[in-house]
């Protein structure tokens, strides 16, 4: 069984572009989580999505940032019109519908030059 | 909300020694779990040890305890005979069940980098 998938694994974007960040979960697994680590700092939750629902994005920032979890294909979360605070790697985990453990993928550093 | 305070920015060992982990948090909730996890230089997030709070039991994987305080909010991690591949940086976390079958977010510390020496 695969882990929690990300691509890609590094990303550079110049300010003002957009950043595509994909996760695919472990096989069996419906419920998708973003998080974001900022450099010496602890990750901090941005969303949580059910297949085809956002359930919980009280940790995204209200402007530029969204996420969706379709019924086929990863979860995406994206950042329109980057900017340098943007910069921080990303994970994302997953977890089977009925359990307390996550499971988190490799993560995404996102650069913005 | 939830809280969840590391005070250790950095600890060191030596090889083959023991080292503790500091770690409080603060909620409301009596229906949680408590993780650590483990986040080497590639940056993978590694569970390392979780504890149900209805346990009064406290979990140990292999070299790795955890001395859970529930009544002073304490969770630390002991590692016993440290080697060099547990260098990382450690986040303590927090997760509680809001209702049905799934659990929501975790809420992570700041992280304390350990640093085993030879």
């Known amino acids: 069984n695969a882990g929690v998938m990300q691509n890609p694994r590094h990303l550079v974007r110049r300010r003002g572009q957009e950043a595509r960040l994909r996760c695919s979960p472990m096989?069996?697994?419906?419920?998708v989580y973003w998080y974001r680590q900022l450099p010496e700092e602890g990750l901090k939750f941005m969303v949580y999505?059910?297949?085809?629902?956002?359930?919980?994005e009280s940790g995204m920032p209200k402007e530029r940032f969204s996420a969706e979890f379709p019924k086929e294909g990863p979860s995406i979360l994206r950042i329109q019109q980057v900017v340098r605070g943007d910069s921080a790697a990303y994970f994302c985990?997953?977890?089977?519908?009925?359990?307390?453990?996550?499971?988190f993928g490799p993560g995404t550093r996102l650069t913005v030059t | 909300a939830q809280t969840v305070t590391q005070s250790q920015p950095e600890m060191s060992v030596q090889e083959a020694e023991t080292v503790t982990l500091s770690c409080t948090y603060d909620t409301s909730e009596n229906n949680y779990y408590l993780f650590w996890y483990k986040q080497p230089p590639s940056r993978q997030m590694i569970l390392v040890i979780r504890?149900?709070?209805?346990?009064?039991q406290n979990a140990t994987e292999n070299r790795f305890s955890v001395n859970f305080q529930k009544a002073a909010k304490s969770f630390s991690l002991k590692i016993s005979d440290s080697q060099l591949g547990d260098t990382a940086m450690y986040f303590c976390?927090?997760?509680?069940?809001?209702?049905?079958?799934?659990?929501?977010?975790?809420?992570f510390g700041q992280g304390t980098i350990l640093t085993v020496h030879p």
């Open positions: 985990a997953s977890s089977p519908p009925i359990g307390v453990e996550q499971y």
């Open positions: 096989k069996g697994h419906s419920h």
């Open positions: 504890q149900e709070a209805y346990k009064q």
């Open positions: 976390a927090f997760i509680f069940n809001a209702g049905g079958t799934s659990y929501g977010k975790l809420t």
């Open positions: 999505l059910q297949k085809e629902n956002i359930i919980d």
